[in-house]
């Protein structure tokens, strides 16, 4: 069974899968391979979820993450006797992601998940009962703010001016208003689809670790910290959420920028694991039953592997039905010893150093490369204990 995610940049998880397998039929042309293109709520989660259900991909176009206008793709599915609800498949990275902007572009300041409102708006237009929402990938580091503001909600400073976008202008917030909320949020059930668990605030927090990579430095890293910080406290001191545990602490709120502090506003909100979600949607378990082997990957694997990443789901359903899984990265990074609890080795793809640009356009290739050595790697291994 080759069940990887996508390796960011370069490759679709169907196209890490048909790599793969070209790799392993070099050295076993006569197996039975099963392809499961996976994700946990990041980029392509909605084709990897059209996968095991009927439904019909529609596009909406709305403002990017710094407000220029996008083609955005999302999902709605037909009830059936199995999900009963109108439900819409959103991807925050569809309006909202990191993909949509150069490196050059990245400024989580100001980018904003304004636009992913205006799909959640579309989709309860389009008569949407339920939402599952992914949040991977996203740009943005504003808590949701946007979403809110696109939805109705008033985010004012002290001067009861309406909120810049972004997560800089977070730290003016002075009041929440919610009075022209659009009345249809409260009969949504959303579906929070979260592939980590990280809290809203701190060292461990939405902006510390992954406003990184989103473009901040160090300095704005800390100014967007404390920014979150005072959106759950004005939230909290007006009552606008739920629950006696402090909302900076909430397990999963750092997800996408701290989207889940915003969505928590507005909706009835459940947040689940995106690759548990995924896994029982595709019925992973019937599709391992009788395999040998399990491959997966996604295009780094670290630390936060760990956290609900799709390597790591898949490895561990595996695991309990005693199939060894081998993962396949682009790179490795810190603490991946912690895996080989549920991996039984883990591999690289990239030959040597070499420019980003460069590892990105030989993805495919590398990756083929590694899955046949790796296959070679077992023959040999089942020749010399023969």
Sequence with gaps: VIAPD??????SAVSVAACIEKGFR????????????LADGGEGTVDVLLQGLVGQKRTHQVEGPLGELVNAEWAMLEPSARNPNKTALIEIAAAS????????????????????????????????QT???????????????????????????????????????????????LTDLDLRCADIELIVACDVDNPLCGNNGA??????????SPEQVVMLDKALANFAQVAEAQGCVSGDEPVHKRTGYGAAGGTPMGLSLLFNMQIKP??????????????LKGADLVITGEGQMDNQTLQGKTPY????????????????????????????????????????????????????LNLTRTARNIASTLRLGHAILK
């Design 207 to 216: 902006s510390h670790i992954f406003g990184p990579q989103k473009g901040a």
């Design 97 to 128: 992601g990191l993909d949509l902007l150069t490196p050059a572009q990245r400024d989580p300041l100001v980018a904003s998940s304004f636009g992913t409102g205006q799909l959640i708006l579309e989709a309860i237009e389009q008569g949407a």
């Design 313 to 364: 789901g898949i490895a561990k359903r595996a695991s309990l039905q005693g199939i060894p899984t081998i993962g396949i990265a682009g790179s490795l990074g810190t603490e991946v010893e912690a895996l080989y609890g549920e991996m039984s080795s883990l591999f690289g793809t990239v030959r040597s150093p070499l420019p980003l640009e460069q590892v990105l356009r030989e993805a495919e």
């Design 274 to 287: 995106g690759i548990e979600m995924v896994l029982d949607v595709l019925q992973a378990d019937e599709v």
């Design 26 to 37: 070099e050295i076993f042309p006569d197996a039975d391979y099963v392809t499961l293109p």
């Design 131 to 177: 939402i599952i929402l992914g949040l991977g990938g996203s740009a943005t580091n504003d808590g949701g703010a946007g979403i809110v503001q696109a939805l109705g909600g008033r985010l004012s400073d002290n001067a009861g001016q309406e909120l810049s976008r972004g997560g800089a202008a977070l730290a003016e917030l002075a009041s929440i208003d």
């Design 6 to 11: 996508s390796f960011k940049e370069s490759l």
